[in-house]
């Protein structure tokens, strides 16, 4: 079991390495002069020249791109172009408030999920379980700004003025010190994700509720809570994991829409304003990032997946 686990950490080492090369050559390929970009279309060539000279744009891109790299591994992402400050500290407490976010909406969306999953399976046939699955198929099919939006007006206007719409914390001030404004940030994550990780739990829940081993430990007599946590849910966990690991993965991803939308001050709102000031230090650094976590994500997704599969791990033993 072990081999399988370092095959799949080799693997995901190496995706990680080929997303440094595909993010470096993506940037590279933004179209006009980074430089020009900056300095505007007022600027000399002298100043545009020495600019070059500090980014170091005119050296050879294999150059370039290995010194970007060794930077990466050494911890250090570069010098922002647009504040003139460490890429860092930059993205140092921006990173501190997407993790807030993120962690909250994928803890939430997976307790509520697997709960409503395993609860429907049991209430199979009966109104709880069409009236939870209608609910979250039509959540499942809006994007996450619809969603953010009607909570915006449902609980921000007139109809329930109950929290703020944007983030309030001033600049340098944690997000989580006003604790309200988290909530509808969180909430739409948790709403994005939660439907596909209840769907998921539902079916493979109601195919190991069918299995011949639970209707075998019913016939012994083992009471319904017994055989469901010890019996059913632990073989139903395997295929959920990757589920859950593809959604928590796409939070990484998703939450650019989100803070965009909340004004929330964290890794998106950061890539955005890159994007906009054409700061390609920081696009560099978040993108890499984004991806990173997708990949920790899915290789701790194959880990549960193989920990709780009896038949991969007996196939790997032999």
Request: glycine share 8%; aromatic share 6%.
């Amino acid at each position: 079991m072990s081999r399988l686990i370092i095959k799949r950490l080799l693997v995901s080492l190496g995706v990680l390495w080929l997303v440094t090369v595909l993010v470096f050559v993506a940037t590279l390929l933004l179209p006009g002069d980074p430089a020009r970009a900056i300095l505007g279309q007022q600027a000399t060539p002298e100043r545009i020249a020495a600019l070059h000279d500090q980014l170091n744009l005119d050296a050879p891109v294999w150059e370039r791109y290995l010194s970007w790299l060794g930077g990466v591994f050494t911890g250090d992402l570069g010098t922002s172009t647009a504040s003139q400050g460490p890429v860092n500290d930059l993205l140092g407490d921006r990173i501190g408030a997407s993790l807030v976010l993120l962690v909250t909406a994928a803890v939430l969306s997976t307790l509520i999920g697997l709960a409503l999953g395993t609860w429907t399976a049991v209430k199979r046939g009966r109104a709880a379980d069409h009236t939870v699955s209608g609910i979250s198929l039509v959540i499942a099919a809006l994007p996450e700004f619809v969603i953010g939006v009607a909570l915006i007006v449902l609980l921000s206007t007139t109809v329930f003025p109950l929290l703020p719409s944007v983030t309030l914390a001033p600049p340098g001030e944690p997000v989580w010190s006003q604790p309200a404004q988290l909530i509808l940030p969180v909430l739409t994550l948790t709403l994005v994700v939660t439907p596909y990780i209840t769907r998921m739990m539902r079916a493979t829940m109601s195919e190991v509720l069918d299995s011949g081993y639970v209707e075998m430990a019913r016939l012994k007599g083992i009471p319904e809570r017994t055989v469901l946590t010890r019996h059913a849910l632990p073989h139903a966990i395997g295929p959920v994991a990757q589920v859950i690991a593809l959604q928590l993965a796409w939070l990484a991803g998703g939450v650019v829409v989100v803070e965009f939308l909340f004004r929330y001050p964290g890794i998106g709102q950061a890539l955005i304003d890159g994007v906009n000031n054409r700061d390609v230090e920081v696009v560099q650094a978040i993108t890499l990032i984004i991806a990173a976590v997708y990949i920790v994500v899915n290789l701790l997704a194959d880990i549960v997946g193989i920990l709780t599969n009896p038949k991969l791990r007996t196939e790997v033993a032999r």
